[in-house]
């Protein structure tokens, strides 16, 4: 089975853009949650989609937005970027909700400049 | 509030046995999970405990006591290759899964 991908890899945007970021989960996954890990907060969840609705949501401002398509692909978008959106984005999938294991994708960099 | 807290830093030699602490105080608990994570690459999955007590895989061992909401990570016979951050994660009331920073170990040979 393939993993999870996530593209792009590598962006760089400017204050003020916006973003968006795909996660492809593992065929027969359907809950995708997402992650921003920055050297000072660690890994800090944004939210958890399951059969294309939200079903959890962490502490980030409403720039912060995802979806989940039917075939479980997800999308996240960052609005009016900020210097501080600089992280490595993660998208993590699991078969279904509160199961034992979440496998990563390699992660997405988001350098804001 | 939510808070995980492990060391930040820790160092062993090669060949030699490492524990992990991981103390941990959520709104809820429905599990209890391990990662590894190499420099620059994504997390990945190492244990999961739900139940009190030790949950043995090869070298790596991950104990809990959930009545003091403590865990450890039992790393035996380590390897250089296991130099790496080690995150201990709680899935916490309504299944949103907590992060500690993560702990750093160094393997010296």
């Known amino acids: 089975k393939a993993g999870v991908t996530q593209t792009p890899r590598y962006l760089i945007k400017t204050r003020g853009q916006q973003v968006t970021l795909s996660c492809s989960p593992i065929?027969?996954?359907?809950?995708v949650s997402w992650y921003q890990q920055t050297p000072g907060q660690g890994l800090q969840f944004l939210f958890e989609?399951?059969?294309?609705?939200?079903?959890n949501k962490g502490n980030f401002p409403g720039r912060f937005s995802g979806r989940q398509f039917s075939n479980s692909r997800s999308e996240m978008n960052v609005s009016t970027l900020e210097l501080g959106d600089s992280a490595l984005y993660l998208c993590a999938s699991s078969q279904d909700r509160g199961g034992e294991t979440q496998y990563f994708g390699p992660g997405t960099r988001l350098l804001v400049l | 509030g939510q808070n995980i807290d492990q060391p930040t830093e820790m160092t062993a030699t090669e060949g030699a046995i490492v524990q992990i602490n991981c103390t941990y105080q959520?709104?809820?608990?429905?599990?209890l999970f391990w990662y590894q994570q190499h420099a620059g690459e994504a997390p990945t999955f190492l244990s999961y405990?739900?139940?009190?007590g030790l949950e043995e895989k090869g070298r790596f061992s991950s104990f809990l006591s959930r009545s003091k909401g403590y865990s450890y990570l039992l790393l035996k016979e380590l390897q250089m290759k296991d130099s790496a951050s080690y995150l201990c994660a709680v899935r916490a009331v309504d299944d949103k899964i907590i992060f500690g920073k993560g702990t750093r170990l160094h393997i010296l040979p």
């Open positions: 405990n739900v139940l009190d």
């Open positions: 989609y399951f059969s294309e609705t939200q079903r």
């Open positions: 959520t709104s809820g608990f429905n599990g």
């Open positions: 065929s027969g996954h359907r809950s």
